[in-house]
């Protein structure tokens, strides 16, 4: 019998800076209100599905987007510890691409980001490259992910835009890419879970899971008649 594993992945919610498309690299924002819903939503989305192991990166909007997934999951209170905190283990390996000088600027308008050359292997000035992001999560995978997976445990990774990409490339969904990396890249929501499946360590099915189905409303009862009975 196959041995099924499941890892379920998701950006963290919304931040200030993400409304005002400033990079944000390694700094600690927290969730806006909208960001707090959408990680509520996250965790709805993911009712019934019970999680095994959870990390997350160590900055503070990933780990605020996972606890509040799990407390709105309604199966995970096993992870709780024994004073009521949430067993999420931080991991260096999964945080956003250092932006380095470029943090906390607007990656729209700035005509210095603009014009800097936007390739796979170059780093941002006192920052980070894609490639090297890659390979740390690359081995954060093979080392700590796979060997659960392949275990047939359901594993939670809450972290960020660019480490979702650099997962979809360590896992084969994802050509490394070439050319201006910034143009050909497709927006992440925040806080939407994606879940790949594995069998027996391999994978063989990725998907993003929908927002729960709305309540079919009622219709309204009728009045009961007030005249006398015959």
């Keep these: 019998m196959a041995i099924k594993g499941k890892l379920v992945l998701f950006r963290h919610g919304q931040t200030e800076y993400n409304k005002l498309h400033y990079m944000t690299g390694l700094h600690d924002i927290p969730l806006t209100e909208e960001g707090e819903e959408q990680a509520r939503e996250c965790g709805r989305r993911m009712a019934g599905i019970k999680i095994d192991k959870a990390y997350a990166s160590t900055l503070d909007r990933a780990v605020t987007t996972g606890i509040l997934a799990l407390e709105n999951s309604g199966s995970n209170d096993h992870l709780k510890n024994p004073d009521g905190s949430w067993n999420i283990e931080k991991r260096p390996e999964i945080v956003e691409a250092d932006s380095g000088d470029f943090?906390?600027?607007?990656?729209?308008?700035?005509?210095?980001?603009?014009?800097?050359?936007?390739?796979?292997?170059?780093?941002?000035?006192?920052?980070?490259?894609?490639?090297?992001?890659?390979?740390?999560?690359?081995?954060?995978?093979?080392?700590?992910?796979?060997?659960?997976?392949?275990?047939?445990?359901?594993?939670?990774?809450?972290?960020?835009?660019?480490?979702?990409?650099?997962?979809?490339?360590?896992?084969?969904?994802?050509?490394?890419?070439?050319?201006?990396?910034?143009?050909?890249?497709?927006?992440?929501?925040?806080?939407?879970?994606?879940?790949?499946?594995?069998?027996?360590?391999?994978?063989?099915?990725?998907?993003?899971?929908?927002?729960?189905?709305?309540?079919?409303?009622?219709?309204?009862?009728?009045?009961?008649?007030?005249?006398?009975?015959?």
């Design 103 to 230: 943090t906390a600027r607007n990656k729209l308008t700035d005509p210095e980001i603009l014009a800097y050359p936007h390739k796979y292997d170059i780093a941002l000035p006192g920052g980070e490259s894609d490639k090297q992001m890659v390979e740390r999560v690359q081995e954060f995978y093979e080392k700590e992910l796979l060997p659960r997976l392949e275990r047939g445990e359901t594993v939670l990774v809450a972290s960020h835009s660019g480490i979702m990409v650099a997962f979809e490339i360590v896992a084969g969904i994802r050509p490394v890419p070439e050319g201006d990396i910034w143009s050909n890249r497709q927006g992440i929501p925040n806080a939407t879970p994606v879940i790949f499946d594995y069998e027996d360590g391999k994978l063989v099915n990725h998907y993003a899971l929908p927002a729960p189905a709305p309540a079919t409303p009622q219709p309204p009862a009728k009045d009961a008649p007030s005249g006398p009975k015959p």
